[in-house]
């Protein structure tokens, strides 16, 4: 499984972004797809994640009620949209997808099998 996010880019406190990940290969093979992002000097931290085949969606404390995950899987793609963007919103985001017939929690990093590259997402204040 391959994963490559993008739409990162620089953008006003209090505006919005939305970023993209593509998700192919054996995608038969993915459980749930994620969000996480991670700030020089920081853990990577868990952001959004959704079920690839149910609708079910997880986030994390610091973007819930500003942050929507969603997903096409007809185009195998995987959404985040942020509304609301705080400076320290400011990351680099990666979109991960965690293997089928792995624990159910979806907030750990561990738990994922296949990463992308990150994109970088800046909020300037």
């Known amino acids: 499984v391959q994963l490559q996010a993008f739409g990162g880019g620089l953008v006003q406190a209090g505006g919005s972004l939305r970023l993209s990940c593509a998700v192919s290969?054996?995608?038969?093979?993915?459980?749930?797809v994620g969000w996480f992002r991670q700030s020089p000097g920081e853990e990577r931290e868990f952001v959004a994640a959704m079920y690839w085949r149910g609708s079910g969606t997880s986030y994390g404390n610091s973007v819930q009620g500003r942050f929507t995950i969603s997903k096409d899987n007809a185009e195998n793609t995987a959404y985040l949209q942020m509304n609301s963007l705080k400076p320290e919103d400011t990351a680099v985001y990666y979109c991960?997808?965690?293997?089928?017939?792995?624990?159910?929690?979806?907030?750990?990093?561990?738990?994922?099998?296949?990463w992308g590259k990150g994109t970088l997402v800046t909020v300037s204040s």
């Open positions: 290969g054996r995608t038969s093979s993915v459980y749930a």
């Open positions: 991960a997808a965690k293997r089928i017939f792995t624990p159910s929690d979806l907030a750990p990093p561990a738990s994922y099998a296949w």
